[in-house]
């Protein structure tokens, strides 16, 4: 059973940063794609960033030049470094593998 397990969450002031982490209980090269999500109160959930099993990434235009997706290997985590947080980033964040297997979710809210 694959397990998902983000953690890193939390409260930060406008133009903060946070690190969000996803633990797999697989490889994370077992899947094809990797990404991080994020559903705010009343909408959708969207993609964020995306990493693939061959290293390309992707990110929504509203977060591109502040946010970073990376993975370690050995430890089998996907990491999301979010700079210059803006109080509209406020959402939970769900790490996603293969858009088939998901995380709990961890909260980030960004204050103004």
């Known amino acids: 059973q694959v397990q998902l397990v ?3 969450g939390g409260l930060v002031q406008a133009g903060g940063s946070l690190r969000l982490s996803c633990a797999a209980s697989i490889s994370i090269f077992r899947f094809n ?3 991080w999500y994020r559903q705010a109160p009343g909408k959708q959930r969207e993609l964020v960033a995306q990493i693939s099993y061959g290293g390309r990434t992707i ?3 509203s977060v591109k030049g502040r946010f970073t997706i990376s993975r370690d290997s050995v430890e089998n985590t996907v990491y999301l ?3 210059s947080l803006k109080p509209e ?3 939970v964040y769900y790490c996603g593998a293969e858009s088939r297997f998901w995380g709990q979710g961890t909260q980030v ?3 103004s």
């Open 81 to 83: 470094q979010m700079n």
């Open 6 to 8: 983000e953690s890193g």
């Open 89 to 91: 980033d406020t959402a």
């Open 59 to 61: 990110y929504a235009d």
């Open 109 to 111: 809210t960004v204050s």
């Open 33 to 35: 794609a990797m990404g």
